[in-house]
């Protein structure tokens, strides 16, 4: 019987004072005057909150560094240099109107562990690396988690780094920005190999409060399809033009949206469709657009679903366009399949939370994390504390110490033992 003693140690040095003081002190940077946080990928905001988590580490004399695609790595040295390490984190970068824990939770979370691991005098063999993947959220650079998905092998470096937000800056550039705004020595992709990755979020719903269940044992991670849809009609008088010449983008674009809801309606509600940008120009009162651009995010846990729907978007959106005399394009952005975590990761997350002695619950993920990525490269899980009535990627998310600080002892229970 593997002796307790040092998960029990780790666990009592969990300090969630100085987590939630992490938080508060994390929440400041990119602070909105409505208590969120609006910290795009790659932003000023994006590199101040890596300068104050590597401000941490070095107190700690942790080591630093960044790869190639910007993701930033703090690593705890383990008794064996050569060991492969076990993998932590989650994301910095935050939504325009972001939550002060969806993504920064995960990460001082991951931090935390290792203090506590200092704090209780306790070696690990492996090495300990604590992430803040870049670019999980997907809203300045699409699509999301794109650092965690070139890490993994996922996606192209040089595709990505070619990607630009609505100003036409491309994450190339932006990355240039970040590594002079906060400088730290670079890794090369590849470098290091996961043994393990282990991540800490918010259950971004409202499933956990509800069940009155302090842990969330993640069994999966939906899939999820983006595409862009570009609609081209003509520009034209909004006083001479009769509606027969028109070609008028935005109709086009309301009625192949009108469209799309029609061939997403899901009798269970499981199919989740969301248009969340919608860009008409030249967005001029009195002129008829010519072009509308809008976002499609598409989700659902079973992949011969999310592909039969995805794939009928194409001739949906381009039949609507027609029957308003306009033309459509639309573009694949990505697809991430559905995902499910390793039975014998998550038996240990379930295994902390009864050590611990709180409520779990097994749940699938609804949202999207970068552990979707790394469960591809080696084994995975994820751990979810609850949030206020479930409200996630809005100002008012919210959560408790006590259950960001009861997420953070499960966290390093379960790291203790995949380190070793
Ligand atoms: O969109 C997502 O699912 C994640 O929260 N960025
Ligand atoms: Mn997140
Ligand atoms: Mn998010």
């Keep these: 019987m593997k002796s307790k003693e040092p998960f029990d140690r780790v666990s009592a040095a969990v300090s969630e004072s100085r987590l939630w003081r992490r938080h508060v002190d994390m929440g400041q940077i990119g602070a909105t005057p409505r208590g969120g946080v609006n910290r795009l990928a790659l932003t ?70 290792l203090e506590a691991l200092d704090d209780a005098g306790i070696e690990t063999v492996r090495p300990i690396e604590v992430v803040a993947w870049m670019n999980e959220e997907g809203s300045r650079f699409s699509p999301g988690a794109m650092g965690s998905a070139v890490f993994t092998g996922s996606a192209s470096l040089d595709e990505m780094q070619g990607k630009t937000d609505r100003k036409g800056i491309s994450v190339r550039d932006a990355l240039a ?37 302090t842990i969330g044992v993640v069994l999966s991670i939906q899939g999820s399809r983006r595409f862009l849809v570009a609609i081209f009609g003509e520009e034209a008088h909004a006083g001479t033009t009769p509606r027969r010449h028109r070609k008028d983008a935005v109709s086009a674009a309301v009625a192949a949206i009108s469209a799309l809801e029609s061939l997403t309606a899901d009798a269970h509600d499981t199919l989740r469709f969301t248009v969340g940008c919608l860009d008409v120009y030249p967005s001029s009162p009195n002129t008829v ?27 949906t959106v381009k039949e609507a366009a027609a029957l308003r005399s306009c033309t459509a394009e639309i573009t694949n952005v990505s697809y991430v399949k559905p995902i499910t975590f390793a039975p014998h990761v998550v038996d240990r997350v379930r295994a902390a939370a009864r050590d611990e002695g ?29 949030c206020l009535r479930g409200v996630s990627h809005n100002e008012a998310e919210s959560a408790t110490p006590e259950d960001l600080a009861a997420g953070t002892r499960v966290l390093a229970r379960v790291i203790l033992e995949l380190a070793g």
């Excluded at 730290?184 to 269940?213: C, M, N, T």
């Excluded at 995010?297 to 794939?311: F, S």
């Excluded at 699938?364 to 751990?383: F, K, N, Q």
């Design 358 to 386: 709180y409520p779990s619950m097994d749940l699938p993920s609804g949202a999207g994390h970068d552990a979707m990525h790394l469960s591809r490269i080696c084994p995975a899980a994820m751990v979810f504390v609850p």
């Design 289 to 315: 657009a010519g072009k509308v651009t809008f976002t499609i995010d598409l989700r659902h846990p079973d992949e011969a679903t999310l592909t039969d729907i995805g794939d009928r978007i194409h001739t």
């Design 44 to 113: 000023i905001e994006d590199a101040l909150a890596q300068t104050q988590l590597l401000q941490w580490a070095s107190a700690r004399g942790y080591t630093a560094s960044r790869d190639e695609i910007g993701n930033l790595f703090i690593r705890r040295k383990g008794t064996d240099a050569t060991a492969d390490a076990v993998l932590t984190g989650s994301h910095l970068d935050s939504q325009p109107t972001g939550g002060k824990y969806d993504g920064a939770y995960g990460v001082l979370a991951g931090f935390e562990v």
């Design 177 to 213: 920005e970040t590594a002079k705004r906060c400088p730290v020595p670079s890794r090369r992709l590849g470098e290091v190999k996961p043994a393990a990755y282990v991540e800490a979020h918010i259950e971004q719903g409202p499933r956990l409060e509800s069940a009155k269940a």
